[in-house]
Nanobody
Framework: QVQLVESGGGLVQAGGSLTLSCAAS????????MGWFRQAPGKERDFVAA????????YYANSVKGRFTISRDNAKNTVYLQMTSLKPEDTAVYYC?????????????????WGQGTQVTVSS
């Protein structure tokens, strides 16, 4: 059982920056691959980024590569998503997710636990 709580969403101008946080419960946070997904209005939930348990490897959707950075602090049971050069098309509800290793990293079905989401709105 893992509970995830996202925070840090808000309103930002295009070109600006925002950092999201996801706090996880439990004692085995470092065992989980952590991911970020997002869902825009009227769209399906899409993969954004993921990181291995140690934080040593990362993966990004092409749409955010070079602009977003995923990281984690296992001592704090927290994963972060640093977003820069934000665009209006980045507007979405952002979700934190966790999974045990051994499956894929970019599909919704790869993940076992999900947070409630945090809204990010980028104005033009």
């Amino acid at each position: 059982q893992v509970q995830l709580v996202e925070s840090g969403g808000g309103l930002v101008q295009a070109g600006g920056s925002l950092t999201l946080s996801c706090a996880a419960s439990g004692r085995t946070f470092s065992s989980y691959v952590m991911g970020w997904f997002r869902q825009a209005p009227g769209k399906e939930r899409d993969f954004v980024a993921a990181t291995s348990g140690s934080g040593g490897t990362t993966y990004y959707a092409n749409s955010v590569k070079g602009r977003f950075t995923i990281s984690r602090d296992n001592a704090k049971n927290t994963v972060y998503l640093q977003m820069t050069s934000l665009k209006p098309e980045d507007t979405a509800v952002y979700y934190c997710a966790a999974r045990l290793p051994g499956r894929g990293i970019s599909r919704n079905s790869d993940y076992d636990y999900w947070g409630q989401g945090t809204q990010v709105t980028v104005s033009s």
